[in-house]
């Protein structure tokens, strides 16, 4: 049996799950890399065993977000080929190529330092295993910006054209340095960072909350939250300046995210007004209610009191973008990126007052609580945002170009299903077993008894079987619980 329309949801529904189901882990890979590698730099300048500890710590929780990514991209991947299978054939001069660059210049790059970051400890300097920490955060962030190339591309296609059902490249820079890449990478990144800034923040004021080596934690949470107070309001600044190009470039899709629909008033003036909140009613072609702040939008995507922003009546209907996910998905996130941004501050604030201690939070469990809460809002943020990104470029799969019905695969409903059924059923799978093991880590806490590493930079690799060096310096070989 074989119903087009079906086929279509189907495919889109069981792609939006894989998406959003990984979409969780290789941004937090990103942020964590980094914060490891800025703390493995505190314990070097500072030779403070806190600092070990504490990176060996959250080392753990790295390695399980890593392989619950690699597991559930792996899915994604295959996807492509099999709901996708004549977009991912037309795409394949460009699509395939650059993800074949994310996975020789990125992901290989990763692969090979990973090892050495994780293992490496007591077996390489210290110099050395610095620079493989490095060279993991830099390679997760390149991976990312590969994947960004081609899911930009496909928000804003240039540099190609579409000949014999191909997309043939005319211009490498042009199809790579896309516009919407140009602001949709550094959101991205920066959400990353955000994203890894406050899952340490929350596990360690949840250390500090339970009284658990609180005053050590208290360094990972001033760290994580002072930095926060520079990444939350960035990332809003870029988010606008990301608003602005699907403004200029995909202005349907700017529409549905705003619930606008009329370009003028009755009255022939610009539409101005900016929805707070609204019910779209997409068979009618208006919103059943709206409480809306005149020039807001206005301001927002053009920075001038009065512009003319188009509304979805200006395009043909079967080019129009649902609006009722994307409407909602872009509010939970602009809201969820304020909290964060409120949260850091009001850190910024108790440490002003010189509050901003173990004994001083301990007193005021609230802000800990709410703390620990915020570490869920990152997640909630990147979810809605790419459900945004996704859902507004429909029905394009390659936006102008492709529609998703001319993309998806011919299959029968069947086959349909017990693919969903499976991805569904594997990627709960690495879901429960990576929150397993999360919670086990936490609840293990940092081991407060394992030797710190303390050796020598000229130490040979091949020295690997000698526990103590002098009277003063040892190689751990064994690895720390």
Known sequence: MTDPTLMLDLARLDFAWITTMHIIYPPLTIGLAAFLFY????????????????????????????????????TMEMSFGILFGPFSQAAGPFFGNILGYETITAFMYEAGFIGLMIFGWGKISKKMHLFATFNVAFSSMLSAMWILVA??????????????????????????????????????????FEIGLFFVAGVSAWMVFKNRNGKMFMRTLTASLMALVIVAPLQIYVGDELGRTVAEH??????????????????????????????????????????????????????????????LEEFKIEDRPPVLLPFYAFRIMVAAGGLLMLIAF?????????????????????????VIFSAILPYIAIWTGWWTREVARQPWIVHGLMRTSEGVSQMSITAEIVWFVGFVVFDLLVWVGAWYFFAKVVRHGPDMQAEVVHQSENIPVGSLMTDKIDHHETILIRPTA
Not at 359 to 367: A, I, M, N
């Open 151 to 192: 899911n930009s591309w496909m928000q804003t296609p240039t540099g190609v054209h579409l000949e014999n059902g191909l997309f043939l490249v005319d211009s490498w820079k042009a199809a790579i340095l896309n516009p919407n890449f140009l602001t949709g990478f550094p959101h991205m990144a920066i959400a990353s």
């Open 346 to 370: 009001w850190a910024l604030y108790l440490k002003y007052r010189g509050q901003f201690t173990a004994e001083g939070l301990q007193r005021r469990p609230w802000f800990l609580r709410l």
């Open 250 to 311: 995909d202005p349907a899709a700017l529409a549905a995210m705003e619930g606008h629909w009329h370009t003028y008033n009755k009255d022939g003036t610009p539409n101005t007004s900016w929805n707070v909140i609204a019910w779209p009613n997409e068979a009618k072609g208006t919103n059943d209610f709206q409480i809306g702040i005149p020039h807001m939008l206005s301001l927002l995507e053009d920075h001038k009191w009065v512009s003319t922003v188009k509304g």
């Open 39 to 74: 703390s493995e730099v505190k314990w070097l300048r500072t030779n403070n065993d806190e600092w070990y500890r504490l990176t060996r710590f959250f080392e753990k929780l790295f390695v399980i977000n890593f392989g619950a990514g690699v597991a559930t991209g792996i």
